[in-house]
């Protein structure tokens, strides 16, 4: 419907008491004329309590607002604005919120001022998302600073506009240097985790650009000329669009620098290589002894495979007893750091246990915390086995040691005894040559040769074992040296016992004194025979026997070789450990005494000794005794046996012989002896004297006879 007549002023004021905006008329004073109703409702006042007051009193202000809109559009005649906040009301809801007052002069039609008309607008939800927003900008530009990723905000171009201090720290560049760059920039020279170029178009940023969707958990190595190396990130880039737009206006690119996580993963992949191939034990735990990690060489020894142990306690490889001293140290590698080294023993998936050395230590992070234990364990089974077998050679040689001392020991002592029994002997034989039968005087001086001749093979047994007697060896076959003492041996033992021979064929040949092969058999079955109680039986074999490096490693002082054994064994009562450790000491018997002189075995030593041989013992309590003795094979050709011509009787003598003899008793006797034989004799205490008596004697010297050990120089030489 058309409007043709114009408005009234009451229905122009209705109009104005009824719209929805605050509108009030003010005077020249500012005083209120007439308020609408929404601007009665605002200030919760009626119009009659609001005509006449001044409007910073109706808002609730303790005083005029300094920018006023009224009072500028009174003073200047040009509309003012300003924003009200009341403080302290008097009364009405008007407490709290915000108010966006606008004021405009209204003039007649000469210009005057006639009064002012104020709009006001409720502006407290306008204010308080404002202050959101503030605040949300003022955040995230904190967090953006701040934040220890770096963040680079870029163009739908790729530009970057924007770098946070983090950003500008992990690249080594300033914003400068960065702004207006791309990812495709050549200056910036990226590489995947395989070393192989990383082309600009797939970087993160350039793809979310490009698809409009996130891209997240992208490593990259990125190298600029400002560095030295590349510095690895983890990125994401994230697009940004303007409401709707489909493509992005932008995009925030973040990114980690995990230059150390890559630097700590390879150290880890060196150690595991490393630890993979190690040939000892290799293991990580945390810090209660759970397994993290184990080296294949650790998981075998142990009898499991490596992906088995993943999880499990270290408890599983040690006995119950041993549990709580490893827990024990474990809690003090923890507490107190450093590192532990001791011997454990350990057991594998079957049960079984074997010594290892075990190492220990804390790995600790940056911070210097306490984050995982460290082991390794070394199988030292074959060297506790080694160091047993050194101390069993050792014990075998100090054992050696002290048979070659008590040796060089009795053979000084039988020396010097031999000398004197000779004098005792050689005075004797000529006392006797002067004496009468028919005198008691004869009588005496036979018990006394008796009692030096007994004395004599005592001494020569002493030398024997030391190896100082003289022999006359000579290449024989032992099995026909054995046959020809059985018979003797077979009475020598007595019924009861029955002697079995087990000779080998064929025999290596051996060169020894017969005499002493004799003297063996009957020492080690007279023996056999004292130990048997009653019936037994003594076994005597021979063969040939090659002895290797292992047997000789294994058996102290044996050279490795080809030999021909000689076993004498028997069923007694046997040896224990005790009684095998002085079996062939001198005087060292376990015979009653009078049954035995305890040289016997020590003569046996020292004869098998003499000629490079060597003696094995094997005996238990209850289970009897073997000897074994082995000569060396003789590889050269048998002398003929000379032809034993018939005695001729002794003559007087009338050459030249050269006396020589250190011991003054024995030289004053043998010269006298060969005087009365009609000898001529130069007598010489010393081999020195002897070399001149020889230079000075101008005739001939028919025959030498000398000592064989003697300061200066033996007999021999």
């Known amino acids: 419907m058309r409007m043709t007549r114009p408005l009234s002023d009451a229905l122009k004021a209705e109009i104005l008491d009824n719209v929805p905006v605050i509108i009030a008329f003010h005077d020249q004073d500012q005083k209120v004329v007439w308020g609408n109703k929404a601007y009665q409702k605002a200030i919760g006042l009626s119009l009659p309590e609001i005509e006449g007051r001044r409007c910073h009193s109706v808002w609730g202000l303790a005083k005029p607002c300094r920018r006023c809109p009224v009072a500028q559009a009174i003073q200047t005649g040009e509309p003012g604005e300003a924003e009200l906040t009341p403080e302290h009301p008097e009364d009405g809801p008007v407490t709290r919120g915000a108010w966006l007052s606008k004021a405009v002069p209204l003039k007649d039609e000469d210009g005057n001022l006639i009064g002012i008309v104020e709009t006001v607008h409720d502006i407290t939800e306008h204010k308080r998302v404002e202050q959101v927003r503030h605040e949300s ?32 720290r992990i690249l080594g560049l300033s914003l400068d240097q960065m702004r207006g760059k791309t990812s495709i920039d050549p200056a910036w020279q990226s590489i995947h985790e395989d070393g192989s170029p990383f082309p600009g178009a797939d970087h993160p940023s350039m793809v979310a650009l490009r698809t409009g969707e996130t891209v997240a958990g992208v490593v990259m190595g990125v190298y600029h000329p400002h560095s030295d190396e590349h510095r690895w990130l983890m990125i994401d880039a994230v697009p940004e669009f303007l409401p709707g737009e489909r493509k992005p206006h932008s995009v925030y690119t973040t990114f980690t620098d995990i230059t150390a996580h890559k630097r700590a993963d390879e150290e880890i992949r060196k150690f595991r290589t490393i630890a993979d191939k190690a040939t000892y034990g290799v293991a990580i735990t945390d810090l209660d002894g759970n397994i993290t990690y184990a080296n294949e060489t650790f998981a075998r020894m142990h009898g499991w495979e490596p992906a088995e142990l993943a999880g499990r306690h270290l408890a599983i490889f040690h006995s119950e007893e041993q549990v709580v001293r490893v827990e024990a140290l474990l809690e003090r590698l923890v507490r107190e750091g450093g590192f532990a080294a001791e011997e454990v023993w350990h057991r594998k998936r079957d049960g079984s246990v074997y010594p290892t050395l075990m190492n220990a230590s804390v790995i600790q992070d940056a911070a210097g915390t306490s984050r995982f234990l460290s082991a390794t364990a070394l199988d030292i089974t074959e060297l506790k086995r080694a160091e047993q077998e ?43 040559e002067n004496a009468n039968p028919a005198q008691p005087l004869y009588a005496d001086l036979l018990e006394i040769q008796k009692a030096a001749q007994r004395s004599a093979n005592l001494t020569r047994q002493l030398l024997a074992f030391a190896r100082k007697q003289t022999i006359a060896p000579q290449v024989c076959d032992l099995n026909e040296t054995v046959a020809g003492m059985l018979k003797m041996l077979r009475r020598l033992i007595g019924e009861p016992i029955t002697l079995i021979w087990r000779p080998g064929s064929p025999l290596w040949p051996v060169k020894v004194d017969p005499a002493q092969i004799d003297q063996i058999l009957v020492n080690l079955c007279v023996n056999a025979r004292d130990a048997i109680a009653g019936v037994g039986r003594i076994t005597i074999e021979t063969g040939n026997a090659s002895l290797d490096e292992t047997y000789c490693a294994q058996h102290a002082g044996f050279v490795p070789g080809e030999y021909v054994r000689l076993a004498v064994s028997d069923d007694a009562c046997g040896m224990d450990s005790e009684t095998l450790a002085h079996l062939f000491e001198p005087f060292f018997t376990t015979k009653s005494v009078g049954r035995g002189t305890g040289l016997g075995l020590a003569t046996l030593y020292g004869v098998v000794k003499q000629i490079q041989g060597f003696v094995n013992v094997y005996s238990e309590p209850g289970q009897g005794t073997t000897f074994t003795l082995y000569w060396p094979r003789h590889r050269g050709q048998a002398a003929p046996a000379a032809l034993a011509g018939p005695a001729e009787p002794a003559g007087r003598g009338h050459e030249t012989v050269l006396l020589v003899e250190d011991e003054p008793a024995l030289l004053h006797l043998g010269t006298m002896m060969l005087e009365k034989l009609g000898y001529r004799v130069l007598a010489a205490g010393t081999p020195g004297e002897a070399i001149r008596l020889a230079e000075e004697h101008a005739g001939a010297i028919h025959l030498l006879m000398t000592d064989v050990v003697m300061p200066e120089m033996n007999g021999r030489d």
Do not use: C, W
């Open 137 to 168: 900008e003022q955040h995230y530009r904190t967090l953006f600073e701040t934040m220890a990723q770096g963040v680079v905000y870029q163009t739908a171009e790729g530009h970057i506009s924007a770098a946070n201090p983090a950003a500008k």
């Open 390 to 432: 050194r101390e069993k050679l050792q014990a075998q040689l100090a054992q050696a040691q002290k048979m070659e001392s008590i040796g060089r020991l009795a053979g000084g002592v039988a020396h010097d005894f031999n000398n004197l029994l000779g004098v005792i002997l050689g005075h004797t034989e000529l006392a006797l």
